[in-house]
């Protein structure tokens, strides 16, 4: 009986939670279940890395970085999305932490004597469970 309450209460929880916006409005309302939620942008450090190809400047630039050496043990999913030479993005997915799930790059780039190279990188971090107010994972 214990059990049959805490289903038929689960719905009911879950409607008032996702209550908080109309369709196409960009109010999420708050989840049970910890939506993860990103701080701000902030700029890293960009370095002296190039490539034949864009593609190949931000390989050089995570590289350097060692962004792809935690990939299986710090974190579980490592993604590069590049729709244009000019900019990629760069999502770190499933950090092992209890309040970051990840973080994500935005890496511009432009091309010059025929070599790609990072002119601006910005990071921001997902939280597990909301952003404080000083933008830190909570």
């Not at 190949?56 to 962004?67: P, Y």
């Not at 990072?118 to 909570?138: A, Q, T």
């Amino acid at each position: 009986m214990i059990r049959t309450g805490f289903l038929l209460s689960l719905p009911l929880v879950l409607c008032q939670a996702c209550a908080g916006g109309a369709a196409g409005d960009d109010t999420r309302g708050e989840s049970p279940w910890g939506d993860p939620e990103p701080t701000v942008w902030e700029a890293v450090a960009v370095s002296d890395v190039a490539g034949e190809t864009a593609g190949e400047a931000v390989l050089a630039w995570m590289s350097e970085k060692d962004l792809h050496q935690g990939l299986g043990m710090e974190f579980n999913r490592l993604e590069i999305e590049q729709d244009t030479p000019e900019l990629a993005r760069v999502l770190m997915d499933g950090l092992r932490d209890d309040s970051i799930q990840g973080q994500e790059f935005e890496v511009r780039l432009e091309e010059s004597d025929g070599e790609w190279k990072p002119v601006e990188i910005r990071r921001r971090w997902i939280c597990r469970r909301g952003v404080s107010e000083n933008e830190l994972c909570l």
